[in-house]
């Protein structure tokens, strides 16, 4: 029983330091080839989201494309945005740019051809999105998408705009 209580007390901890985490520094490209800091992110004191996604994963381009339909509202409501992080790898960088704009997709989108920054933040498996507070500092992290999970996103923002 004494154990049980010490695991949860350190993993309540680690979840507390996972919340509070500052962005990794990692040297990425925009689609405009210039180069961007991650540890710099940011959204003017503002949440923002960070999605991790490849041209070849179909889950990840239906979340995408989900956030898009309401990304417009999203920003008018709250001034979130979003940062889209591509993991493909050199070989398919090129598909990269054709997707977003044939999607029209409106978010800042970054390179990590490498997975640099996707090991830094820890992520395995695509998509994963964390939700970032005014701060930089990392609010809440997932994998996986189902339709309609989206939502959340902007629920966890705006509780993060009422908490300031």
Same mark, same amino acid.
């Given at each position: 029983?004494?154990?049980?209580?010490?695991?949860s007390v350190?993993?309540l901890?680690?979840v507390?330091?996972?919340?509070?985490?500052?962005?990794?520094?990692?040297?990425?490209?925009?689609l405009?080839?210039?180069?961007v800091?991650?540890?710099?992110l940011?959204?003017d004191g503002?949440?923002?989201v960070?999605?991790?996604f490849?041209t070849?994963c179909?889950?990840?381009n239906?979340e995408?494309k989900?956030?898009?339909?309401q990304y417009a509202?999203?920003?008018?409501e709250t001034g979130?945005?979003?940062?889209?992080?591509s993991i493909d790898?050199?070989?398919?960088?090129?598909?990269?740019?054709?997707?977003?704009?044939?999607?029209?997709w409106e978010?800042?989108?970054?390179?990590d051809p490498? *997975?640099e920054?996707?090991?830094?933040?820890?992520?395995?498996?695509i998509p994963?999105?964390f939700i970032?507070?005014g701060?930089?500092?990392?609010?809440?992290s997932? *994998?996986?998408?189902t339709?309609?999970?989206?939502?959340?996103?902007?629920?966890?923002?705006?509780e993060l705009i009422?908490?300031k």
């Amino acid at each position: 029983m004494k154990l049980l209580k010490i695991f949860s007390v350190f993993v309540l901890a680690l979840v507390g330091m996972t919340a509070q985490a500052q962005l990794p520094s990692v040297q990425l490209k925009n689609l405009e080839g210039k180069t961007v800091n991650t540890a710099e992110l940011s959204n003017d004191g503002k949440p923002f989201v960070i999605s991790f996604f490849a041209t070849w994963c179909k889950p990840c381009n239906r979340e995408l494309k989900a956030i898009s339909e309401q990304y417009a509202d999203w920003q008018d409501e709250t001034g979130m945005k979003v940062i889209a992080v591509s993991i493909d790898q050199a070989q398919n960088i090129n598909k990269v740019k054709p997707l977003v704009d044939g999607e029209g997709w409106e978010y800042e989108v970054l390179l990590d051809p490498n *997975s640099e920054f996707r090991r830094a933040m820890g992520v395995q498996m695509i998509p994963h999105v964390f939700i970032i507070d005014g701060n930089g500092k990392i609010a809440e992290s997932r *994998s996986g998408y189902t339709d309609g999970a989206e939502s959340h996103l902007i629920e966890k923002i705006r509780e993060l705009i009422a908490e300031k």
